[in-house]
Nanobody
Framework: QVQLVESGGGLVQAGGSLRLSCAAS????????IGWFRQAPGKEREFVVG????????YYADSVKGRFTISRDNAKNTVLLQMNSLKPEDTAVYYC????????????????????WGQGTQVTVSS
């Protein structure tokens, strides 16, 4: 059974930092591209960042570029999302997702490209 479990969410003041973690099990993690998406209240889920299964390629949404950093450790089946300089508009439920690919450098930004999703972790940024 495939599981993606997010952790690390919480409440932080604007300008602060949080580090989210996505732990995967039940799948050959090293051949899955991983992405983070978020959904704010009343809004559609949106792409935040993606990383290739090799870890060599990353793609960030413009709204988080320069503030968020994604990394992965295939030996630990884990992806980290370091979020700095947080803003109130970053408030959302954050989801990690895994998308199978045979191309090491593939980075996915569309939801349909992902096969598995976690349950999400809440991030709240107060002003």
């Amino acid at each position: 059974q495939v599981q993606l479990v997010e952790s690390g969410g919480g409440l932080v003041q604007a300008g602060g930092s949080l580090r989210l973690s996505c732990a995967a099990s039940g799948l050959p993690f090293s051949i899955y591209a991983i992405g983070w998406f978020r959904q704010a209240p009343g809004k559609e889920r949106e792409f935040v960042v993606g990383i290739s299964w090799s870890g060599g390629n990353r793609y960030y949404a413009d709204s988080v570029k320069g503030r968020f950093t994604i990394s992965r450790d295939n030996a630990k089946n884990t992806v980290l999302l370091q979020m700095n300089s947080l803003k109130p508009e970053d408030t959302a439920v954050y989801y990690c997702a895994a998308g199978q690919t045979s191309v090491p450098g593939s980075v996915y930004s569309l939801q349909y490209q992902y096969n598995y999703w976690g349950q999400g972790t809440q991030v709240t940024v107060s002003s």
